[in-house]
């Protein structure tokens, strides 16, 4: 949280090196130290940058997790060149503003599970199902791949009358391989 000299507070990302009662500059005349916010086109070339706006004014959209940050490659007439974290680079306006600094918490994903019940609630709060039990683990009665016996399983094979969706795979397979051609070699040679 931010508080300004008028009273007003505000919240923003907290990059690494920043302890509480810190004072951070914003705007043009700012110095480049970490957790200053400048626009991109202030910065200088090299500088690890977070929190960038891709429009003036709008709070700031990349490079906002843990750890992340984008670096300043360069600057042209048509705006200011960016390294994503995702290692693409991306012309932004020279007037978005930019905080200085590699988010904070960096190590957040590397910490193990230990148990199975942190993960479960990870996944519940991502909305996922978990745990989750393969198809074949299962009986035939309860999945199309269940049981470990093949004939119990069900056709993988799709009529021509199935929807569109449904459609596809093996469409209307027939086992018209090797079987029919022997067959029909075994009668030529039998009318010979």
């Known amino acids: 949280m931010i508080r300004f000299e008028n009273g007003k507070t505000c919240y923003t990302v907290v990059p690494e090196g920043i302890g509480a009662g810190q004072q951070i ?10 957790g200053n916010i400048l626009p991109l ?12 706006e891709l429009r003036p004014e709008d709070g700031g959209k990349i490079a906002k997790s843990s750890g992340a940050y984008a670096t300043v490659v360069g600057h042209t007439p048509q705006g200011t060149i960016v390294k994503l974290p995702s290692k693409k680079k991306k012309y932004i306006a020279d007037n978005c503003k930019a905080t200085i600094g590699v988010v904070s918490g960096g190590g957040r994903t590397d910490k193990p599970m230990l148990k199975a019940g942190s993960m479960f609630h990870l996944m519940k709060a991502k909305g996922h199902k978990y745990p989750r039990t393969r198809g074949r683990a299962m009986g035939a009665y309860v999945h199309p791949y269940g049981s470990s016996k093949r004939s119990a399983r069900r056709g993988t094979t799709t009529s021509h009358g199935a929807p569109p969706g449904q459609k596809v795979g093996l469409i209307a397979a027939r086992g018209a391989g090797r079987k029919g051609k022997s067959a029909r070699s075994a009668a030529i040679a039998e009318g010979l």
Do not use: L
């Not at 202030?42 to 940058?49: A, H, R, S, Y």
């Open 25 to 34: 500059q914003i705007g043009e005349k700012a110095s480049v130290q970490i």
């Open 41 to 52: 086109g202030k910065i200088p070339e090299g500088t690890m940058v977070c929190n960038i």
